[in-house]
Structures are given as C-alpha cells and as structure tokens.
C-alpha cells in the first residue's frame, strides 16, 4: 500500500476511536449532571442553575416551583440548599468531565486511548 | 416497604443465564446495595455449580420448551440458533417478593448507582425510551419507534416498578398482548412474528396512556447504552468494559471502545460469558 494511504489510514482509526471515547465521556457527562430531589430528577443545565440564581437573588427562596426532567412540577422548600446542591453536581460533573477530556487529548495513539499495553 | 432486584435465568442449552445472573447479583449487591432474587427454572444447577447464597430469594418456575428461536451472534461472523424463552416477563409483577422492584435483563452490566435514584423516586414505573449504540455504526431508528408508522419503543431490559393497582393492570395488559401477540403485530405493524418483550412493554404503555402518547411510564435515570451481538465484549474489570465493536463496511473488522462507570447492556451474550467465567477464575 502506498505510504501516504498507509499512515492515513491509521490516522482515520485513530480519530474514529477519539471520537468514540469522546462522545461516551460526554455521555458520562450528562450522567453525572443528574440531580435527585425529593424524588423528582434534574438535569443541571445553565439554564436551571442561572434561573435558581436569579430567584434566589430576588429573594424568592421559599415554596418555589420547578418542573422537573419528566415534567412533575415540585414545590422546592429551600431553595438555596437546591441551588447549592445543583452547583456541586455541575463543577463535580463539569471538572470531572475536563480532566478526563485533557487526558484523551494527549493520547496518541488507539491503545492508548483504550488503555491497552501497547 | 421492601424493595429490591429481580433476575430471569432461563438457561437453553447455548447461553447460560444463571451464571450471567450470578454474576449481575454480585454487582447489583455492590453498585445498588439491594438484594437480588432470582426466578429460574434451573434451581438444581444454580445450587450445584454457583454461590447462590447471593440471592435473597430463588423462585423456582417449571422447565418449558418454547417456540421461539433467534440467531445469537458472537460478533460479526459468528452466530448459534437458540431457544428465545422471554415469555415470563410480565408474570413478574406476581412473582416478585418486593414492593419495589427493579427487574434487569441478566446482561445488563451495572457499573454504577444511578439506578438506585429509583427507589426514591416519585414515578411508580419506569423504562429506558433514549439510548445509544456505543458503536454508531449501525442504524438506531430501530429504537425510537416500534416501526415506522407505530408506536414509541420502550425498553423492556431494565424495568422499576411499584406495586400499584395501576401497575398491576399494566402487567396484565402484557400478559393479554402476549396471548394475542400475532393480532398486536398486525394492529402496530410489527414485521416480525417473533414476540418481543420491548414492542409488548411499549404497546402496552401506548394503551394505558389512552393510545396516545403520554406520561403513564417514566424515563429511567440516563440513557440506555448498548452493543450489539455483532459486538464483542473483550475486556471486563470493575466498572472498566473494552469492547470491540463491528466497523461499518468492513466484515470482520473492530473499533475498540472503552468505557468507565457506564452501565452497558452487552447483546453478545458469548462474549459476556467468556469475560464472566474469567472473571469467576480470577476470584
């Protein structure tokens, strides 16, 4: 095969196997980004948590509404607990997230995306 | 109220579901912190050859032969036929002995405890509807609709369910398609004879939704992840899974895929069988 197809074949595979690594770490993410409150689930987005910041800096804490991933609306008691809640999930998640995606971007190679002794 | 998780392990000569159950017990016990019943009918083997003390309870149903048969592929050049025996399923809501259970495929490998935000949560019934190939390779319109003029596909794989009066209907309900299973197919276009557990859980909710869409069955927490028979499981070690996975256009051929802390339903049962005898080995 000629040289020039040869090296950029590997590099196709390469970036198949990043890419697949990449999309289940952003599944990941999204795993991690879920909230459980009284029985109700949230997925913390900017959207919930700018939402929750502004009610809070309104002074609207108490007895407030949210709908949750499965449209149940939910009256949540204390709302800057939620709100601080929701912000450790998003840094943990969103850190964690990062991290992972920094070490995938310095692997080079298809084994050492998935780990394997080369 | 007593809760937990149920497991079938109907064993057919080719795939050995009770070791796959063993092993899934283990996890769940580890990830969920529930116990695990399980419902056989191979109570002999189950007691001779495993640990079965990792079941909180072994409920014993008779040996049936079935009509049903299905290729089981062992990646994409390799396949066996075998007996399909999923005709149990919605005998379930009866057979279990808790008020919350959670009922799993026996290859649907946990390798995390997000499952266990069902137990508090305030949906009496819940199933995966979005999930994702880990290969992307392959079709997946397949598991959005029951067919293309249908209904929504819901997974039957990992169910949660309360004991509800409601509920209790639902299991019924299923119990009645599958009796009726070859007029369903007609009704909802389903091009296959062979009966499904997750085209019946999915018509079912479509008819207690008022067959329209609606909110009588709940979304599980994340995404159903899968891969297919036509992939191979190589590589299994706490919550870490290396697969192969088939390469568009290139029989034969794999990608590797690793993922962590994802909990996968892994079709290529073989596969899954070798990594568990291994597994087992190690221990």
């Known amino acids: 095969m000629d040289e020039r197809l040869e090296k950029a074949l590997e590099f196709s595979n390469y970036m198949v196997t990043l890419n697949n690594q990449k999309r289940l770490l952003k599944e990941k993410y999204y795993e991690d980004l879920l909230y459980f409150h009284s029985g109700c689930q949230f997925t913390v987005t900017k959207e919930l948590i700018t939402f929750v910041g502004m009610l809070i800096s309104n002074s609207n804490d108490s007895d407030i509404v949210l709908v949750d991933d499965n449209n149940s609306p939910i009256s949540i008691d204390n709302l800057n607990t939620f709100y601080e809640n929701i912000l450790d999930v998003y840094f943990s998640a969103s850190n964690e997230y990062n991290t992972k995606y920094n070490e995938l971007k310095k692997k080079r190679s298809v084994e050492k995306l998935v780990d394997i002794d080369e | 109220m007593s809760k937990g998780a149920i497991l079938i392990a109907r064993n057919n000569g080719n795939i050995d579901y009770v070791k796959q159950s063993v092993f ?192 009588f069955a709940q979304q599980l927490p994340g995404k159903h992840l899968y891969t297919t028979d036509k992939d191979i499981l190589w590589n299994l070690k706490n919550d870490e899974m290396l697969f192969l996975v088939e390469k568009k256009n290139y029989l034969g051929e794999y990608t590797a895929i690793k993922t962590i802390g994802q909990s996968i339903h892994v079709m290529n049962k073989f596969s899954l069988e070798r990594e568990i005898d291994r597994v087992f080995s190690n221990e």
């Open chain 2, 24 to 215: 899934l017990a283990e996890r769940i016990q580890y990830y969920l912190k529930i116990p695990v019943s399980i419902i056989t009918d191979s109570e002999e083997y189950l007691k001779s050859d495993f640990d079965h003390t990792v079941f909180d309870q072994i409920i014993a149903i008779p040996y049936k032969k079935t009509a049903n048969t299905r290729a089981y592929n062992d990646g994409t050049l390799f396949y066996k036929t075998a007996d399909f025996k999923n005709d149990i399923r919605h005998e379930v809501y009866n057979l279990t002995p808790y008020n919350e259970t959670l009922l799993l495929d026996t290859d649907y490998i946990i390798a995390n405890d997000l499952l266990s935000s069902c137990f508090n949560s305030n949906n009496d019934l819940m199933l995966f509807k979005s999930s994702e190939d880990i290969a992307k390779v392959r079709n997946e319109k397949e598991f959005d609709y029951v067919s293309d003029y249908s209904i929504e596909f819901y997974w039957a794989t990992v169910v949660f369910f309360r004991k509800t009066q409601e509920n209790e209907i639902f299991f019924d309900l299923i119990s009645h398609i599958y009796k009726n299973w070859k007029h369903y197919t007609r009704i909802y276009q389903i091009d296959s004879p062979l009966f499904r557990n997750d085209f019946a859980f999915s018509i079912a909710i479509h008819i207690m939704n008022g067959f329209q869409k609606g909110n």
